[in-house]
């Protein structure tokens, strides 16, 4: 039996945050959320016959912010996917959060329901690095939503950070991950800030002012650190867990598996195509279809973004199972590039392949260039 994750987007926010790209509508309108959900529920019943030998073993609702949703509405989207599809008793079924959207009534009726993981957005725990960011929370409503997972029963709890973000130092940054620790969530994921050109941050031009690059720089090796010294394993360039408590659904992407994606500007990667949705909300609610791209990725296609998946994980690729996954070496592609860079520092062998080191990680967008480009 094949395994399979689910991706379900909740397009819904409060409102857009000033560095947001991601496919998300400021509407709190409850008759709006209804409508979206029958659909989204009628998108899982369609697919479920094309999933018949596969076991779904994770699950995730992202947004936007899934918890604008009423908890009777994200209930009864889980209760349509244990319906439709085969899911494993012991799945990791994973729900959205921005501090200050759930309250204690409903963080006990989504884990009732069948919710076991929850990722709570914080990005920082300082009130003028929120505000430039555009979040509407405090670091007391986190600490509060944080509080009311941990009663519920959720004994699964990721939070985010951000750093290079503006009036952020390398100090606040510390202090920032410091007092989450103190929390003691199972998951941090710990992310650069990335200026899009079509969000408020990307129109602002010079007008943006953002930490050097030798601050940022600082902001991620230290925080490394800090992170390592309170018990947070980094598997991942931006993602650090306790053990055993690793994101199983984000490893899916990194791992090139199977994965169907529902909601407007949703991805998916099954059955060997890759295909993805348009951003039109209106259409979806109202039941049509609205596929924008779909591809049957080429041989060549499929190595390279295996390569640049797996090389995001710490551990790195396993040569082995690349051969035995695509039935080519892969050194005779790849290790020319990755012997130069590993001499610098950057990349390192290891007994079964070859990984980024810590410093290679900081820069693993221009290696993977090249070394992309490399194997055309």
Not at 145 to 167: C, Q, V, W
Request: aromatic share 12%.
């Amino acid at each position: 039996m094949k395994t399979l994750g689910l991706y379900l987007h909740i397009p819904f926010c409060r409102s857009k945050c000033l560095y947001c790209d991601f496919c998300s509508f400021p509407k709190r309108d409850t008759e709006l959320h209804a409508a979206y959900t029958t659909a989204l529920c009628n998108d899982l019943k369609s697919r479920a016959s094309d999933c018949t030998s596969h076991t779904v073993d994770t699950v995730y609702l992202g947004g936007g912010t899934p918890t604008l949703l009423s908890p009777a509405l994200l209930n009864q989207i889980l209760d349509t996917i244990h319906r439709c599809y085969r899911v494993s008793q012991n799945a990791e079924i994973t729900l959205e959060c921005n501090p200050a959207t759930a309250d204690r009534d409903a963080m006990f009726s989504l884990r009732r329901a069948g919710f076991n993981r929850i990722s709570i957005g914080l990005q920082s725990t300082h009130a003028k690095e929120l505000q430039a960011l555009g979040r509407l929370h405090s670091f007391s409503d986190f600490e509060s939503t944080f509080s009311d997972a941990r009663d519920a029963g959720f004994e699964n709890i990721s939070a985010d950070l951000m750093f290079g973000i503006p009036h952020q130092t390398a100090e606040s940054y510390l202090t920032s991950i410091q007092r989450l620790s103190e929390l003691s969530p199972e998951h941090i994921s710990a992310y650069g800030l990335t200026v899009e050109p079509d969000t408020p941050f990307g129109k602002m031009g010079d007008r943006l002012i953002l930490p050097d690059e030798e601050e940022t720089e600082k902001m991620y090796f230290v925080g490394i650190a800090l992170l390592s010294s309170n018990g947070y394993t980094q598997y991942e360039i931006s993602n650090f867990a306790k053990h055993g408590y690793e994101s199983r659904h984000n490893l899916k992407y990194w791992n090139c598996e199977e994965y169907l994606g529902f909601g407007p500007a949703a991805y998916s990667d099954f059955g060997g195509s890759r295909f993805g949705n348009s951003r039109d909300l209106v259409s979806y609610v109202e039941g049509k279809k609205i596929l924008a791209e779909s591809e049957a990725p080429s041989s060549m296609e499929r190595i390279n973004e295996y390569v640049m998946l797996r090389l995001r994980l710490v551990e790195g690729l396993d040569t082995e199972a690349f051969f035995n996954r695509f039935g080519v070496n892969f050194d005779p592609l790849f290790a020319p590039v990755l012997h130069r860079y590993e001499k610098v520092g950057f990349v390192r062998k290891t007994p079964h392949g070859w990984a980024f080191t810590a410093k290679g990680f900081y820069v693993s967008n221009h290696i993977l260039s090249e070394l992309l480009d490399f194997s055309k």
